[in-house]
């Protein structure tokens, strides 16, 4: 399974496994210079959390994508300020465990970008050590195979916090680890989730100031609304058709976090409507998004202020060896999409996230090829329309990314899961 996040005006996403395939998690940039904790940037208005620094518009799906002191997206017009950009490899470290999601945030608090790792029932925590390389793994429980991690300051403590999600021999639970405010955790707490529960994301759908969690269970959406001190109502379902993977965004502009969920069976993208009250509108509208839609990235790609959507999915028009494409819907402002325009990525395409790579004030598009071992990048240029692919070399098998400035020197870095290497690689930006 693999999830990634993006950035955009106040989004989160999320993503999951669904038929065998990684789909991919978005993480929100917040503006503010701090990872988000989770879409807290999206419309609804909540404070940033725990001084965790996100990218703009991507959900730090919890995590996912964190800016921490890049510029923000929104305002500068075409290619202003764009420079000769580029990814270049420098080392990782090994987990020790078949990695599975990976996300970021500053749990211990001293201002650098850490990182969180699934791996088998464990959640292993590597601390920044100020400079972009990062301590050996500390392992800490979190609950049986935790198989999705997101950040967020729940308790509002000010301290970064994780939910996760685990899916095991038919026990499907949610799990919130609360951090001590060093970036140690207390054990996790576990209440129930749908039926084969995949990925976990996080955004204040109520609009009361407090982080809320959406789950992806198969066929449905769970969301569990915050009492306001890291305690959560009982869940609310909603009924999502085929296997899915979902962002939150506000795609309507009035203010509350939406839902995007990707169907992988019947190729569309499907939004269901805050009512202003973390409760959803159950009658979807649907939107074509590719033959086997399956990872889903929001952010305003064209710059005029409304959410649009990057898809992941299978397209044998584009002339790649598995027909993988990225698909950009662009919001018409109203919460409805113009037709798709497609772009070649690699083989089994995963986890998409968008993040301003280049600086130019456009989120650009990251997604690993599982098939391939590689990473596509796709920069915007400026108008919500990409360039062709360009493409770097990863460890094997990777499938789901964490974007954030991890050296501090104003351009975001990159840190993959490499499945078979039982590994993460880092990549730097370098932008001149």
């Known amino acids: 399974m693999r999830l990634v996040r993006i950035f955009s005006l106040g989004v989160v996403l999320g993503s999951a496994n669904c038929g065998g395939r990684t789909s991919l998690e978005i993480d929100t940039l917040n503006n503010g210079g701090m990872p988000s904790t989770g879409g807290t940037a999206a419309a609804g208005g909540a404070p940033a959390n725990g001084g965790v620094r996100s990218v703009a518009g991507g959900s730090s799906s919890a995590g996912r994508v964190s800016t921490a002191g890049q510029p923000s997206f929104g305002g500068s017009g075409g290619n202003a300020g764009a420079c000769a950009w580029s990814f270049a490899p420098r080392g990782g470290y090994v987990v020790g465990s078949i990695p599975g ?39 800490v429980p979190g609950g049986e195979v935790p198989v999705s991690l997101t950040p967020g300051d729940f308790n509002g403590d ?25 970036g140690s955790f207390r054990a996790p707490i576990t209440f129930p989730a749908g039926r084969t529960p995949n990925l976990v994301s996080v955004g204040d759908l109520d609009r009361d100031g407090s982080l809320d969690l959406a789950v992806t269970n198969y066929g449905s959406i769970s969301i569990f609304l915050n009492r306001g001190d890291g305690t ?9 058709a085929g ?30 409507f805050n009512q202003g009250t973390g409760t959803f509108n159950p009658s979807a509208i649907a939107f074509a998004a590719g033959n086997a839609a399956f990872g889903i990235a929001p952010a305003d790609f064209n710059g005029d202020g409304a959410l649009d959507l990057a898809i992941s999915h299978d397209d044998t028009s584009i002339a790649n060896a598995e027909g993988q494409t990225v698909a950009v819907l662009l919001n018409r402002g109203d919460g409805t999409f113009a037709a798709r325009a497609s772009y070649g990525v690699g083989a089994f395409a995963g986890e998409l996230r968008a993040a301003d790579l280049d600086a130019d004030g456009r989120p650009d598009l990251v997604v690993p090829n599982e098939h391939d071992n590689t990473l596509s990048v796709l920069l915007n240029r400026g108008d919500g329309s990409f360039l062709p692919q360009a493409v770097y070399a990863t460890g094997r098998l990777p499938e789901r990314t964490a974007i954030g400035d991890f050296d501090h020197d104003g351009q975001l870095d990159l840190a993959v899961n490499n499945w078979a290497d039982l590994s993460i690689g880092l990549f730097f930006g370098s932008c001149h």
């Open 101 to 139: 999601d990976v996300v970021t945030g500053d749990f211990d608090g001293d201002g650098f970008l850490d990182l969180a790792v699934s791996a088998g029932n464990d959640i292993r925590i590597s601390f920044n050590r100020k400079d972009g390389t990062f301590s050996p793994p500390l392992a």
């Open 158 to 182: 000010g301290s970064l916090d994780l939910a996760t999600v685990t899916n095991v021999d038919g026990t499907s639970a949610v799990s919130l680890l609360f951090n001590r405010g060093d």
């Open 232 to 240: 959560f109502l009982p869940q609310t379902i909603y009924e999502a």
């Open 243 to 272: 296997c899915l993977n979902f962002a939150l965004g506000d795609f309507d502009g009035n203010g509350s976090l939406d839902i995007a969920a990707t169907n992988l069976f019947d190729g569309t993208v499907a939004i269901l």
